[in-house]
């Protein structure tokens, strides 16, 4: 995993056990792949499918019968299943989700919110279920917290696109009643509206994230479990930020990367305090 690629993630690697690094590190290269299928596909629905199929024939035949592949990600993901006994259905349920948002059409804006969330839980919650494994965490409540991290790492990422989008200068419709919104949305006022509206729901994720937390039976899985949800710290900053310039989504700098050190220092608070929010 390189710094500067998966910078976010790299930083909570430092957080994750020894023991269970390189699973870490195999999870997380595995959903950066998927995540790069349409970008590498050129926006070609069939391209893309076509890997996707790929990596749905791998975790079939590395997680579900054993098999041992030549691809590194599959190595590793051998290795670390061999270890911590990795639940395949995770990953499976990742690549369905990847595969339902094929279509140019619902790629950056899924039908709904309900839609957006759903999709945030099977693809962010799904890769935290399987860091949660890899940390030996098996507490419900657990589990319950990753996937409200999970629709709130969603969100977050829905407005990065849609902001980049923005910055590109295209334009950004906004599925007819959907939201709760029209569909046409071009006014900064607007888009203001939009983004405070995704910037509340990703934060009431947060914030229930750290109520089933706290109802983690025992400090060492508390502690386990706020690793796991590092990232969620990037994704808090970000709403911060954006809230403190009145959710102007066209604002440049919401897109610039937050400081190392001050992020470091933040995930070992949190680690400390097993508490993300």
């Given amino acids: 995993m390189r710094r500067t690629k998966d910078r976010d993630n790299f930083l909570t690697s430092l957080f994750v056990p020894i023991h269970s690094r390189n699973a870490f590190f195999a999870i997380r290269a595995f959903h950066a792949e998927l995540g790069s299928v349409r970008s590498l596909s050129r926006g070609n629905a069939s391209a893309a499918g076509i890997r996707l199929a790929y990596w749905r024939d791998m975790i079939q035949n590395v997680l579900r019968d054993g098999n041992v592949t030549d691809h590194p990600i599959g190595i590793a993901l051998h290795e670390a299943s061999m270890k911590h006994d990795l639940l395949p259905r995770w990953f499976e349920r990742a690549i369905e989700a990847r595969s339902s948002v094929l279509d140019e059409n619902t790629a950056l804006m899924p039908p709904t919110l309900g839609d957006a969330e759903d999709y ?94 706290e109802k983690i039976g025992d400090k060492t899985s508390q502690r386990r479990a706020c690793i796991a949800m590092l990232p969620s710290l990037v994704g808090k900053r970000f709403i911060h930020d954006l809230s403190k310039i009145e959710y102007e989504i066209r604002a440049k700098a919401i897109l610039r990367p937050q400081p190392v050190f001050s992020l470091q220092f933040s995930m070992l608070r949190s680690v400390l305090t097993r508490k993300i929010y």
């Fill in 120 to 213: 945030a839980d099977s693809v962010w919650g799904s890769s935290l279920f399987s860091v949660l494994e890899c940390l030996s965490v098996t507490d419900d409540h657990a589990y319950d917290a990753a996937s409200c991290v999970g629709r709130s790492l969603g969100l977050v990422a829905l407005i990065r696109s849609i902001a980049i989008e923005l910055g590109a200068g295209n334009k950004v419709t906004i599925p007819e009643g959907g939201y709760g919104l029209t569909s046409e949305m071009e006014s900064p006022d607007d888009l203001a509206v939009l983004s405070e509206l995704l910037c509340t729901r990703a934060n009431d994720y947060l914030h229930d994230a750290q109520i089933n937390i």
